[in-house]
């Protein structure tokens, strides 16, 4: 079987992705399952299966005189707290825009681009200053 993938969940719920591609036998035999994560099975007799889009998992094996899988396409996520304490807007566009948990979230399943809206952090800052003058007459 292929090797499991890896779970994140910057898109607002785990998602495992990046799982490895099954092989496949030569003659006779299992071929393995796909890892979890989108990887595509290997296949005795055929071509192997490709990996699930949007996941980068690995397309599995084809057996003797056939072609492997294409591995699944890739994803790309940004994510944001809506508060604005990282300096960055709401207003930033760019992917299919959600919000999750306090997050902005920009997923981008092929080509885009992400705009970032860059807001002004303003501190007060409190300054005493004491001067000191001496006279001598």
Same mark, same amino acid.
């Given at each position: 079987?292929?090797?499991?993938?890896?779970?994140?969940?910057?898109?607002?719920?785990?998602?495992?992705?990046?799982?490895?591609?099954?092989?496949?036998?030569?003659?006779?035999?299992?071929?393995?399952?796909?890892?979890?994560?989108?990887?595509?099975?290997?296949?005795?007799?055929?071509?192997?299966?490709?990996? #699930?889009?949007?996941?980068?998992?690995?397309?599995?094996?084809?057996?003797?005189?056939?072609?492997?899988?294409?591995?699944?396409?890739?994803?790309?996520?940004?994510?944001?707290?809506?508060?604005?304490?990282?300096?960055?807007?709401?207003?930033?566009?760019?992917?299919?825009?959600?919000?999750?948990?306090?997050?902005?979230?920009? #997923?981008?399943?092929?080509?885009?681009?992400?705009?970032?809206?860059?807001?002004?952090?303003?501190?007060?800052?409190?300054?005493?200053?004491?001067?000191?003058?001496?006279? #001598?007459?």
């Amino acid at each position: 079987a292929g090797g499991a993938g890896t779970a994140n969940s910057i898109s607002g719920s785990s998602v495992t992705y990046a799982g490895g591609g099954g092989g496949t036998t030569y003659a006779a035999g299992t071929s393995g399952a796909g890892g979890a994560g989108g990887g595509g099975a290997g296949t005795q007799g055929g071509n192997g299966v490709a990996g #699930t889009a949007n996941t980068g998992g690995g397309g599995g094996g084809g057996s003797n005189g056939y072609t492997g899988g294409a591995g699944g396409s890739g994803i790309v996520i940004i994510a944001f707290p809506t508060n604005g304490s990282t300096g960055i807007s709401t207003a930033s566009t760019g992917g299919t825009i959600t919000t999750s948990g306090g997050n902005q979230i920009h #997923t981008f399943t092929g080509n885009g681009t992400f705009t970032a809206i860059l807001t002004l952090l303003i501190k007060s800052i409190n300054i005493n200053q004491t001067i000191n003058r001496s006279e #001598t007459y």
